[in-house]
């Protein structure tokens, strides 16, 4: 069943976008009375059927909503460096909206090569890798933020910097996260935090840990740090 998203769903029919309707209509080829499913990004599953194919504006015609739609028992913030190529930081979204995840922050640490990141494509990217993975919970994309500041705004619940220096002491995940508890969860550039960031997180009552015995890439170790806490929480 194709599915839809629909930030703005109220009362009985509602009005695909453009893109959306152009989508269902001329790519799909879908036809009058045919069964969809719409998410609202607020938890909501709504399931319909096509009222009006218009390939402008497509009419759905709402039967059915379940709300909190598989809604996770837990919190997930991931604040990680931006990358030098785009790509992989994107791979990253896609990949950790359809695990399950809450918030995202674009973290500029010493090491980061490239600052910048297009949050238009990247809330496309969010909104796709929700209809693909059946996810009705939006995933906040928040403005990048500098090191120094995260810890002490942004950051709620068990708070984690995951590193490579194995000189530091590190604990793995599952040894310090609970079941069901808020989690946020920091994870370096390329080129790793550097020493002050550590020792900066670390003051601050930050807990550092490892993923593994692997070196993983920046985008990886996202992906990997999100699969934990989502395994954890089954």
Same mark, same amino acid.
């Given at each position: 069943?194709?599915?839809?998203?629909?930030?703005?769903?109220?009362?009985?029919?509602?009005?695909?976008?453009?893109?959306?309707?152009?989508?269902?209509?001329?790519?799909?080829r879908?036809?009058?009375g045919?069964?969809?499913?719409?998410?609202?990004?607020?938890?909501?599953? &709504?399931?319909?059927?096509?009222?009006?194919?218009?390939?402008?504006?497509?009419?759905?015609?709402?039967?059915?909503?379940?709300?909190?739609?598989?809604?996770?028992?837990?919190?997930?913030?991931?604040?990680?460096?931006?990358?030098?190529?785009?790509?992989?930081?994107?791979?990253?979204?896609?990949?950790?909206?359809? !695990?399950?995840?809450?918030?995202?922050?674009?973290?500029?640490?010493?090491?980061?090569?490239?600052?910048?990141?297009?949050?238009?494509?990247?809330r496309n990217?969010?909104?796709?890798?929700?209809?693909? %993975? *059946?996810?009705?919970?939006?995933? !906040?994309?928040?403005?990048?933020?500098?090191?120094?500041? &995260?810890?002490?705004?942004?950051?709620?619940?068990?708070?984690?910097?995951?590193?490579c220096?194995s000189?530091?002491?590190?604990?793995?995940?599952?040894?310090?996260?609970?079941?069901?508890?808020?989690?946020? !969860?920091?994870?370096?550039?390329?080129?790793? &935090? %550097?020493?002050?960031?550590t020792?900066?997180?670390? @003051?601050?009552?930050?807990?550092?840990?490892?993923?593994?015995?692997? @070196? *993983?890439?920046?985008?990886?170790?996202?992906?990997?740090?999100?699969?934990?806490?989502? &395994?954890?929480?089954?």
């Amino acid at each position: 069943m194709q599915v839809f998203y629909a930030p703005d769903v109220s009362g009985d029919i509602y009005i695909l976008n453009e893109k959306e309707s152009k989508h269902i209509i001329r790519v799909l080829r879908m036809n009058k009375g045919e069964t969809v499913r719409l998410i609202d990004g607020k938890g909501n599953l &709504f399931e319909g059927i096509i009222a009006d194919a218009d390939q402008k504006k497509c009419k759905i015609q709402i039967l059915n909503v379940i709300k909190d739609f598989e809604r996770r028992n837990y919190r997930l913030h991931i604040a990680i460096s931006p990358l030098k190529n785009p790509e992989r930081f994107e791979w990253f979204i896609e990949k950790s909206v359809e !695990i399950g995840i809450d918030e995202i922050t674009p973290l500029i640490c010493r090491n980061t090569e490239k600052p910048g990141i297009k949050p238009e494509r990247i809330r496309n990217i969010i909104i796709s890798a929700m209809k693909q %993975s *059946l996810k009705a919970h939006d995933t !906040i994309l928040n403005p990048p933020c500098l090191f120094r500041d &995260f810890p002490d705004n942004k950051a709620k619940g068990i708070v984690m910097l995951a590193h490579c220096n194995s000189r530091a002491e590190r604990k793995s995940i599952a040894e310090v996260y609970r079941k069901g508890v808020p989690a946020v !969860i920091m994870v370096g550039p390329e080129g790793d &935090f %550097s020493e002050e960031e550590t020792d900066m997180a670390v @003051r601050k009552g930050i807990i550092t840990v490892h993923l593994g015995n692997s @070196r *993983l890439r920046t985008e990886t170790a996202g992906v990997a740090a999100c699969h934990s806490i989502y &395994f954890i929480n089954q």
